[in-house]
């Protein structure tokens, strides 16, 4: 008795996984943009929170004004491990162009150890980049902040000529918001041993169809832009009109 046998190759079996594959893919693809969004919003919620401390436990104005670019990492979390420890967190760089802020690029921070004397386990981290040459560091990808020219704890409060002084040579300089709070924290110190900012590419090229560094060059995204990405971008231009 012949059997009817359902080979592999039919064109039903082939069309059904090409339907699954493509589903696949659209998976992938929205739930990169969820997460692209989901960062966007949540350093705008950064920004939102800093930018309206009062005076005295705030960033100075002078210096969000002045940064080239600015990248916020929300809740950056500390993993203490068996016989090491580490952070790490995600986040959005936008920088100054003479069209304004730039789309928010995608990256993510990493440091091998933390300072001990740190009690809390999470934090959102600010770094603002003050000059050319440390704007410039993105075009080589992977930045270690230990490798800069001169990164400081950023100051607290209204600016006076000691704290000028004291930011005077910074090419970076770096806070913590810790529940509601900011501290300044020094590139050198212990607890940035070893951090580095890479680009999240798998993020960038799937909302934007082009790398993190080169959306920080203003490079226009081969891809549309979903909605809720320029939430960074949108409260940058907010908070700091006329750039």
């Known amino acids: ?73 929300p809740d950056v979390t500390k993993m203490g491990l068996l016989f090491s420890q580490s952070m790490s967190g995600y986040g959005v760089i936008s920088r100054k162009t003479e069209n304004g802020w730039t789309l928010p690029a995608y990256y993510s921070f990493g440091s091998a150890q933390f300072d001990l004397s740190f009690s809390f386990k999470s934090f959102d981290l600010i770094v603002l980049f003050i000059d050319d040459e440390t704007v410039s560091a993105f075009q080589s990808g992977r930045i270690e902040l230990k490798g800069l020219r001169a990164g400081v704890a950023g100051p607290i409060g209204k600016m006076t000529r000691e704290k000028e002084n004291s930011i005077r040579m910074a090419s970076i300089i770096v806070y913590a918001l810790v529940d509601g709070k900011l501290k300044g924290i020094s590139v050198e110190s212990d607890f940035l041993d070893g951090a580095v900012i890479n680009p999240d590419n798998n993020v960038n090229n799937s909302v934007y169809g082009v790398k993190g560094r080169d959306i920080l060059k203003g490079i226009a995204p081969k891809s549309t832009v979903p909605g809720g990405i320029n939430s960074f971008s949108e409260i940058l231009k907010q908070k700091f009109p006329g750039i």
């Open 1 to 73: 008795m012949k059997q009817n046998v359902f080979k592999l190759t039919s064109p039903h079996v082939i069309v059904a996984v090409a339907i699954l594959h493509c589903f696949g893919i659209y998976g992938f693809a929205q739930n990169r943009t969820e997460t692209a969004v989901r960062r966007s919003q949540n350093a705008a919620k950064t920004i939102q929170v800093i930018t309206i401390l009062p005076e005295e436990e705030a960033i100075p104005a002078e210096l969000l004004k002045a940064a080239l670019a600015i990248g916020v990492f």
